[in-house]
């Protein structure tokens, strides 16, 4: 059995510079990265560290960028069977651009993420028969996401949609095939059309989610922990208190740990706390896929903190 994401794989090509340069300028730079990213390479990775059998979909594009994507997913340990390279169009890159203040520029170019078709869809339906859960996020077409919703819930297999990034006018059809959706308080606010910033609002926030449809609404409120609602229960999970260097990632490694507790059979509340685990330790390092924890890591965490895996 697996866990299948479906979604984006990008490359970060990041800049350093004293300043921002001002448009018409050549500044010269510091330093250089190439950091591989996309919410559902991210994701998949997150999976794969914490060692589940983990299959990604989705495209890259036929040049030196997308052979560099798909082996990174590789070496992480994630199935790569399904990841179509496509000759028409480059992989999906951000270059961004960032100062010593920490002001950023960044231009995302889609590229073939932006192509992600009923194509993939197919492939994708294909391993759900050996399948306990679908990964979604929200940077490939939303006619795919919810496509493949669609045919993730006809064959009974648990959806988990992270609503990033962030949108105000999800379509109504695709809530009632999400078993599992899971925005942070910014995401959360544009879908339902009001702030939320706090457990009270999330509270309130997981319950519009609720009446559209999905089955599980958690809200996660970074520093301030999570709520999670069902039909049956509210309940708040606090926040594991760490020292954050960087935020970028610690959601995909809570869909991560979360998805990875589901897979073991815990239970929801259970899922919540690995979920909390997983994005507490991401946000302790730089980077995206970076800041990923491995299994090792991951159970002395919960171990040092007296988390049982009941």
Request: with cysteine; proline share 5%; charged share 15%.
């Amino acid at each position: 059995m697996c866990i299948i994401v479906f979604g984006s794989i990008n490359l970060d090509l990041v800049a350093t510079a004293p300043r921002l340069p001002v448009p018409g300028e050549t500044l010269l730079g510091e330093d250089f990265f190439k950091i591989p990213g996309g919410k559902g390479a991210n994701q998949a990775v997150a999976l794969a560290r914490l060692g589940i059998p983990t299959q990604m979909v989705g495209r890259v594009g036929a040049h030196s960028f997308g052979a560099e994507l798909v082996s990174n997913l590789q070496a992480a340990g994630v199935g790569i069977d399904n990841i179509f390279v496509d000759e028409s169009v480059s992989s999906g890159v951000a270059i961004i651009t960032v100062s010593h203040t920490g002001e950023n520029q960044i231009i995302v170019i889609p590229g073939a993420n932006g192509r992600v078709n009923q194509e993939d869809v197919n492939r994708l339906s294909h391993l759900l028969p050996t399948a306990k859960a679908l990964l979604l996020q929200l940077e490939i077409p939303i006619s795919a996401v919810v496509a493949a919703a669609q045919v993730a819930r006809s064959a009974n297999i648990k959806v988990i949609l992270d609503p990033a990034p962030a949108q105000s006018n999800l379509p109504k059809e695709l809530y009632p095939l999400v078993d599992i959706i899971t925005p942070n308080e910014v995401e959360a606010g544009q879908l339902v059309g009001f702030a939320v910033d706090g457990e009270e609002t999330a509270a309130k926030a997981a319950q519009v989610l609720l009446q559209r449809g999905v089955k599980s609404a958690i809200v996660k409120l970074g520093a301030k922990g999570v709520v999670c609602a069902t039909a049956e229960e509210t309940f708040f999970v606090p926040a594991f208190p760490v020292h954050a260097v960087d935020t970028v990632a610690a959601g995909d490694a809570f869909n991560g740990g979360l998805a990875a507790a589901l897979y073991a059979g815990l239970s929801l509340h259970q899922a919540v706390v690995w979920g909390a685990a997983a994005g507490a330790l991401a946000a302790t390092k730089l980077g995206a896929q970076t800041s990923l924890p491995d299994k090792l890591t991951f159970d002395a965490f919960l171990k040092e903190r007296g988390v049982g895996e009941k």
